[in-house]
């Protein structure tokens, strides 16, 4: 097997559209996409006045998928696609305010805030992506991967960190078992039929009400549209 590392930073949408080019260029075929990553306590604005974690956890992903979705649904004739979108649980807390739905967070309940919008956001995009693709052999899922121990939270101001230490590390597990959920909606044929589902530790999870309006999907995908520039 081979691995090829590239670069891609989600924040920058040229970044995004160069990557998208690079692997429509370069791959034969997109079989699974893991929008995988996630920030919090990133304080300022992108090169285009968004917040910059709501860019990172929520409109990078979605212009890159956006971008390499006519590859996946020309692929799907013949060979499935799965598109994976890491969320958490902190969705539960999260909402999307149309008057302000990114923002430069201040303080630690701002900043939390904003890590759990950008969360409900995956949980709407995946549904909405799934209703969107319903004549092609493309998959999606929403994942929460449990509490890791990864690097996410080291950038936490000092005088939060400890706290942040403290309060989470009863729950945290190893960045192995933290990828089991994410490999069983990859490769799990008995997954398919719950596409635009949300799963933890291997299961489906029934979502919360606010997670789940028809009309909320629709109307945040044509606002990332029009900020990710493809409206």
Request: net charge negative; glycine share 6%.
């Amino acid at each position: 097997m081979q691995v090829a590392v590239m670069q891609l930073d989600l924040e920058d949408f040229n970044s995004v559209h160069e990557f998208a080019e690079e692997i429509i260029a370069k791959e034969d075929h997109v079989d699974f996409l893991v929008n995988n990553a996630g920030s919090l306590f990133i304080k300022g604005l992108t090169a285009d006045g968004f917040g910059r974690v709501f860019t990172i956890n929520h409109l990078g992903h979605f212009l890159l998928t956006n971008l390499l979705l006519d590859k996946m649904k020309k692929q799907s004739a013949t060979r499935p696609v799965r598109i994976i979108n890491l969320s958490s649980v902190l969705y539960k807390f999260g909402s999307l305010d149309w008057e302000n739905l990114h923002y430069d967070p201040q303080g630690y309940m701002e900043n939390f805030k904003a890590y759990c919008d950008s969360k409900l956001a995956n949980i709407y995009f995946t549904s909405e992506l799934d209703r969107r693709l319903k004549n092609f052999n493309i998959s999606t899922f929403a994942v929460h991967p449990g509490n890791v121990a990864s690097d996410i939270g080291f950038n936490i101001v000092q005088i939060y960190y400890p706290l942040y230490k403290i309060i989470s590390f009863p729950f945290l597990r190893d960045m192995f078992y933290g990828s089991q959920t994410q490999m069983y909606t990859m490769l799990d044929d008995g997954v398919v039929g719950n596409s635009g589902k949300y799963f933890t530790d291997c299961q489906m999870e029934e979502l919360w009400t606010h997670a789940t309006n028809i009309t909320t999907g629709e109307e945040l995908w044509d606002r990332s549209m029009q900020m990710v520039g493809l409206a």
